[in-house]
Structures are given as C-alpha cells and as structure tokens.
C-alpha cells in the first residue's frame, strides 16, 4: 500500500485545514487509517485514528473537539479536517495504515504503512 499526504501549509491560529491521504496498491477499506504528528525534537504521537468496516472513530486529547477524522473508501482517501488550530499543533503529518486491535490503535508501531509526511505551520 502506498500512502500520499498532502493538504498542509502555513494557517493562523484559529484556522482551518484539511488534509489528504490517497492510497494505492491495496485493500482500502480493511485497514485502519490513522494520523501521527511530528513535532521537532519530539516524538511522533498519534492524532487521530478511523477504523474500518463501521468507521469508528479515536482520537487524542489534545485535539478532541478540534479535528475530525473521515474516509471515503470509494476515493480510497482519508482526511483529517483540523479546525481552531493552535500553534502547538505545528508539525509535520503523518498518515498511516494497518490493523491494530483496539488497545493498540493508538500505537505507531503498529501501523505496516507510512505516508510521507506533510507539514503543518499554525502561526499565533
């Protein structure tokens, strides 16, 4: 499976963006599909994840009530629609694909398949 993201740019705090992942070469719809974030000099933690068949949705703390997560499996694409962006979520983006159980979704580690990354600048 290859993974393309695109979508981010440069936002104002208190801005909008979405953000893209186009899949390829696989089974779209049974796999999980989540977005990791990595700031400089930090770890890459997880955003926001959307599971397949019923589309259930988890995401961190930090971004809950601010970002949403979708997929349309007939455009084998899943989005990250992010909203009241902060400064603090400045960060390079990462979509990812895999099957995780529940306990693990949150889990980079777990994820077969990494797109490339895309970089999010929220000026405050």
């Known amino acids: 499976v290859q993974l393309q993201a695109s979508g981010g740019g440069l936002a104002q705090a208190g801005g909008s963006l979405r953000l893209s992942c186009a899949a390829s070469?696989?089974?779209?719809?049974?796999?999980?599909m989540a977005w990791f974030r990595q700031a400089p000099g930090k770890e890459r933690e997880f955003v926001a994840a959307?599971?397949?068949?019923?589309?259930?949705?988890y995401y961190a703390d930090f971004v809950k009530g601010r970002f949403a997560i979708s997929r349309d499996n007939a455009e084998n694409t899943v989005y990250l629609q992010m909203n009241s962006l902060k400064a603090e979520d400045t960060a390079v983006y990462y979509c990812?694909?895999?099957?995780?159980?529940?306990?693990?979704?949150?889990?980079?580690?777990?994820?077969?398949?990494w797109g490339q990354g895309t970089q999010v600048t929220v000026s405050s």
């Open positions: 070469g696989g089974t779209f719809s049974s796999y999980t």
């Open positions: 990812a694909a895999g099957r995780p159980v529940l306990t693990a979704i949150r889990t980079s580690s777990i994820y077969y398949y």
């Open positions: 959307i599971r397949w068949g019923a589309g259930s949705t």
